[in-house]
């Protein structure tokens, strides 16, 4: 770039247009970047998620006239909800429980408003005698279509089966969660004259459910909060309007999943400043340099028009008219820019305005205040009391280093930008701590060495030569190419050195939490313990999942410390853990424990118990076989009374553990009988059950016959039919999270009181281990058990098999998670980490960052460009001097390019290193707010991409100033060569 002496006018004002277009551009894009994506995520989140997660079900008790009651309830939704918002509406009538057949079942009429959903087979119920049920119940009760349910006053004939769907957990969730919890089965869906037939005739309660669902189509997240304040209001508005609310229930987590999505547009929110900071303080500090030039090449005019008398005012007024254009060129550029890509321009038409005027302004803005300084300086001559610049421009610094050090204070102690909550309003001092931090660094870096040094260069100076004199005497002869250049140079790397050293962090770091939270890649969630050995079962037999291990996450209290216990199997943990989880191996190493009970050979087809039987007729009922991934199965016996041994999943492989044998009891007179297991075999081979085996009474509620284990031998008196064997075995070891260990003051080695049981006694358990975090659990502390030890002591106080809300799975190759969707029962969720609906929109602070560090990177150049100018025309009265000193062209030429390259390099340098303290210092509480767990934060950077940044913009600075200011100086007589 260079500047003529005979048009600088021209030539400064293409290139303020493109400083003032290009910053205009940032602050203009970069909060429509933060709210597009904000927008984005809250749609992918909709879309991401089902069921309870994005719905909101208001229930009530049906009134004498229904009709009128759904359509006051209609009119109060279409009101209280926003216009612009597209909201799914189902109304669903309900009655239950009833008796159906041997079961108890909940029914449930469609009133219009869903959409139909996915069948497996059949059609939609069009008669008084049509049914169609969920695909698990037709699999749990082994009916399909054309098969009949007797509900007592009709009997329905089954014409269609649907399937789990992300469309049936949104249709169902309220109208489950009314009855599953009390053991009922369905929903089966008639005919609304079918419903009130079997109400009335089984006494069953009939209620009115209103399911809503926003569509992710449009929405953005102002629309979503609308939405959300809709729902929250709902109960009121209908009570308002006249409608009974008594015994009103609402149920849906919406709240919550509105308030995940404003947390992540709070982490934008938050970078937006980071990134823009710096830029926009690049592009002020450009704009002066140009203005500095500007006026410069214009002083001799201005001193011409006051010394012909001209007012002050006029002169520095005409000055500042003439920079009014280039300004309002450049920022109205950059603003037809951004809004002709946004895809959205409507919203930013208002910050537009604001941008153009601040932009098309400045450039005239700092032109008058140089001006005037420079009237002023006319008009001061031969007057005292003139104000020092240096000491304005010092204090100036002072105070932004005093701010930047608050600043950063502030972000430290707060933990995060997002304030003392997560999600929370960013908070508008620690924000800018990152950008105010590394600017004050390298504005201390580059000054205060020239300062302190400024004797030692003026003893080199008075050594003699004229090299060196000009080496120590440069600063003070060119303060604009010696300082400024640095500090730009200084201020560009060090904002690319954020940018690069945030996407490392960010990306390992987020990895690492999302690892920690969900613990696996595929996750199967329900609200209840709904996940069945049955369940389990059918799950692990689908073609799609070749694995399933349950994991029970439990709240708790331990040492009077709040914290939640973990059980899962280590092999399931070694198999199925996220890769990124911290020590996953040491965790699954030091959490083996002793599981109780004999190991079935691999490939073991048929087991026999042999019992003993005194006063009592007995009988092998079942056995009770665990996994290694802690799935237990109860195994029926064959006609023969042997039983087959089922094979092992695929994924899990190994062999079945005995955990359990049940034995039946029959003819037991009033003076009791004993029963004793005499053996096990299997395949013809013994195995034994070890000499610690607790009998438990499960006729009824588990009830242990005898305080302590022992030989397998029970005591029984007449109410006991029914009779379960469990081996027994030591506690297992315990590995602890770090914050669980802080907090409760323990370390490896030490031992905890845990309660494997509910209810039962506290065991000293040796806690092997202490990793960062425990994956899957949902606290931050939290204890982790091995499952497959602590399942046999969960047989002896429940008489069914343990449940679980949450289970881990392995999917069978070429397996999508619609696919795994599509066999989960009904009211399960699919979570895991390949299920992660986060990443996409915090990814985009990445972007952020990096458009900032660009953009100033741009910004710097242009600034280069001015500061080599200036140092150019600084040099013209020097050209003439060097000469008669004896340096000849050749020679000040040398001397350009060394002085250029010193302050590219020093810049260099000084940017690296505030990048490196100021990320070190202040990342962590960054990226903190971008996880969706904390985790240890280690600061890291791809050592590639530094070394290609740093290289490539440094190769653009040089060139920009050898181009621009390492040029010839032509000295009155010497001719150009």
Request: charged content about 15%.
């Amino acid at each position: 770039m260079r500047f003529p002496l005979s048009a600088p006018r021209a030539a400064f004002g293409v290139a303020v247009a493109i400083v003032v277009a290009l910053a205009t551009a940032l602050t203009l894009a970069m909060p429509a970047l933060a709210a597009g994506a904000a927008d984005a995520g809250a749609r992918s989140l909709i879309a991401a998620r089902s069921g309870q997660d994005t719905g909101f079900d208001l229930s009530l008790p049906r009134a004498a006239d229904p009709r009128g009651q759904d359509a006051a309830v209609r009119a109060v939704i279409e009101q209280t909800f926003p216009a612009r918002a597209s909201v799914e509406l189902a109304v669903t009538e309900t009655a239950g429980l009833v008796d159906a057949a041997d079961h108890r079942a909940y029914l449930a009429a469609d009133l219009g408003g869903a959409d139909e959903l996915p069948l497996v087979a059949g059609r939609w119920p069009v008669g008084a005698d049509d049914a169609a049920i969920p695909a698990s119940l037709a699999e749990r009760w082994g009916v399909g279509v054309g098969d009949t349910i007797d509900l007592g006053s009709r009997v329905v004939t089954v014409v269609g089966v649907w399937r789990a769907s992300t469309d049936a957990a949104d249709r169902w969730f309220g109208v489950r969660d009314e009855f599953a919890r009390s053991g009922g089965s369905g929903p089966i869906l008639v005919a609304p004259e079918t419903l009130d037939a079997v109400a009335d005739a089984q006494g069953a309660d009939r209620r009115l459910h209103w399911t809503l669902h926003p569509r992710p189509d449009g929405l953005d997240l102002a629309t979503l909060a609308a939405v959300v304040r809709a729902a929250q209001g709902l109960p009121d508005a209908v009570a308002s309007a006249g409608v009974s609310t008594d015994d009103v229930v609402t149920t849906g987590r919406l709240l919550p999943t509105a308030q995940i999505a404003s947390a992540r547009a709070t982490v934008l929110d938050a970078t937006e400043p980071v990134a823009l900071a710096s830029a926009l303080l690049t592009a002020i500090a450009v704009i002066v340099l140009f203005a500095v030039l500007v006026v410069g090449a214009t002083a001799a005019e201005r001193r011409l028009r006051w010394a012909r008398g001209a007012p002050a005012l006029r002169i520095v007024v005409g000055e500042a008219a003439r920079w009014l254009a280039p300004g309002v060129i450049g920022a109205a550029l950059g603003v037809a820019a951004v809004l002709a890509l946004s895809p959205e321009p409507l919203p930013l038409l208002a910050p537009a305005g604001v941008i153009l005027l601040a932009g098309g302004l400045a450039p005239a803005l700092f032109v008058v205040v140089l001006a005037a300084a420079d009237v002023r300086a006319l008009q001061s001559v031969g007057r005292p009391g003139v104000a020092s610049r240096p000491w304005t421009v010092g204090v100036v610094a002072s105070v932004f280093v005093l701010f930047a050090g608050f600043s950063a204070a502030r972000l430290l102690s707060l933990g995060s930008a997002s304030g003392l909550g997560r999600g929370t309003a960013p908070d508008p001092i620690a924000v800018v701590a990152p950008a105010a931090v590394l600017l004050a660094l390298v504005g201390i870096l580059v000054v205060v060495p020239v300062v302190a040094s400024r004797r030692g260069w003026e003893r080199l100076a008075r050594r003699g030569g004229v090299g060196r004199m000009l080496w120590a005497t440069r600063t003070a002869r060119q303060p604009v190419a010696a300082i400024a250049a640095a500090i730009l140079v200084g201020a560009a790397v060090g904002q690319l050195g954020i940018a690069a050293a945030y996407h490392s962090t960010w990306e390992h770091a987020y990895g690492s939490a999302l690892a920690a939270q969900e613990g696996t890649p595929y996750r199967v969630a329900t609200d209840a313990p709904d996940l069945t050995s049955d369940t389990l079962a059918r799950l692990a037999a689908a073609p799609v999942i070749e694995g399933v291990a349950p994991v029970w996450n439990e709240n708790t209290s331990i040492a009077a410390r709040p914290a939640t216990v973990t059980l899962a199997a280590p092999a399931a943990v070694a198999a199925l853990g996220d890769p990124a989880i911290e020590q996953i191996g040491r965790l699954v190493d030091a959490a083996q424990g002793d599981a109780p009970g004999p190991l079935l050979p691999e490939g073991a087809r048929g087991v026999r118990v042999a019992l003993e039987a005194r006063g009592t007729t007995a009988s092998a009922a079942a056995l009770v076989l665990e996994d290694a991934w802690a799935r237990t199965v109860a195994v029926e016996p064959d006609p023969d009374g042997g039983f087959s041994v089922p094979a092992v999943s695929t994924a899990v492989g190994g062999a079945w553990r005995l955990v359990a044998v049940e034995v039946a009891l029959r003819g037991t007179g009033d003076a009791g009988g004993q029963v004793s297991i005499a053996s096990v075999s299997v395949d013809g081979a013994l195995v034994d059950l070890g000499s610690l085996v607790l009998p438990v009474d499960v006729s009824g509620d588990a009830l242990a016959l005898q305080a302590d284990p022992g030989p397998p031998v029970a005591t029984v008196d007449a109410t006991t039919t029914r009779v379960r064997f469990v081996p027994q075995g030591s506690p297992p070891p315990a590995v602890v999270s770090r914050s669980f260990a802080e907090s409760a003051g323990v370390a490896e080695g030490d031992t905890l009181p845990l309660t494997l049981t509910p209810g039962g006694r506290s065991s000293a358990v040796r806690i092997a281990a202490v990793v960062p975090a425990i994956p899957g659990a949902p606290s931050d502390s939290a204890v982790f058990l091995d499952a497959t030890v602590v399942v046999a002591s969960r047989l002896t106080v429940s008489a069914d098999l343990p449940a679980t809300d949450d289970a881990w799975l392995a999917p069978a190759p070429g397996a999508t998670p619609d696919d795994l969707t599509a066999v989960l029962p009904d009211g399960a969720r699919l979570g895991g980490t390949a299920a992660d609906d986060g990443r996409g929109v915090l990814s985009t602070a990445v972007v952020m960052l990096w458009c900032g560090a660009a953009g100033g990177a741009v910004l710097a150049l242009a600034g280069l460009a001015a500061a080599a100018e200036a140092a150019r025309r600084s040099r013209r009265t020097e050209a003439a001097s060097l000469r008669a000193a004896g340096l000849d062209a050749t020679a000040r030429r040398r001397l350009r390019v060394g002085e250029a390259t010193a302050g590219v390099s020093g810049g260099l340098v000084v940017g690296a290193f505030a990048a490196a303290l100021t990320a070190a210092t202040l990342l962590p509480a960054m990226v903190t707010s971008a996880l969706p767990k904390p985790v240890t934060i280690a600061v890291s950077v791809d050592p590639r991409v530094a070394i290609v940044l740093g290289a490539g913009f440094v190769a653009a600075a040089a060139g920009v100033t050898f181009a621009v200011g390492v040029r010839r100086d032509i000295a009155p007589g010497e001719a150009a060569q």
